[in-house]
């Protein structure tokens, strides 16, 4: 194989590797970010073995449905987004948030504020 064809095939492997990092960080099943992506539940698990090559859209989509940017996917310095706990932890509500009815998610906006409009009061 040429060295050339070799790096492509390693961009692929390393893409799948960083899907599967973000999106087991956000909590997201494969089927959870297939649906999002509007993918094939088994196309995710092929992309994140290194089976499939993902076009540049399809990374798009997986980088919309993870809430990151492609620099961020692909960021591998620990100090990217996927790598902050705080921005994990922010994530995380908002994937939780969005499996709530409109209802609930109303209740915990109110939640939210009457836990907020506490702490202003100490």
């Known amino acids: 194989m040429l060295k050339t064809a ?3 095939d390693d ?3 390393v893409t799948g590797k960083c899907v599967r990092r973000a999106r087991e960080k956000v909590g997201l ?3 959870e ?3 999002r992506s509007k993918v094939h539940p088994g196309f995710v ?3 994140e073995r290194g089976d499939k090559k993902p076009s540049l859209e399809t990374v798009h989509r997986f980088c ?3 809430g990151l ?3 961020e996917l692909y960021s591998a310095n620990g100090n990217d987004r996927v790598g902050d706990p ?4 922010d994530r995380r509500i908002q994937v939780l948030a969005g499996r709530l009815t409109p209802g609930d998610r109303a209740l915990v906006a109110r939640l939210l504020a009457v836990m907020a409009k506490g702490r202003r009061g100490r």
């Open 86 to 89: 705080t921005a994990f932890r």
């Open 29 to 31: 099943t494969q089927a």
């Open 45 to 47: 698990g092929y992309i």
């Open 33 to 35: 970010l297939a649906v």
């Open 64 to 66: 919309l449905a993870l």
């Open 69 to 71: 940017s492609l620099g």
């Open 6 to 8: 070799k790096a492509v």
């Open 11 to 13: 961009i692929y492997k």
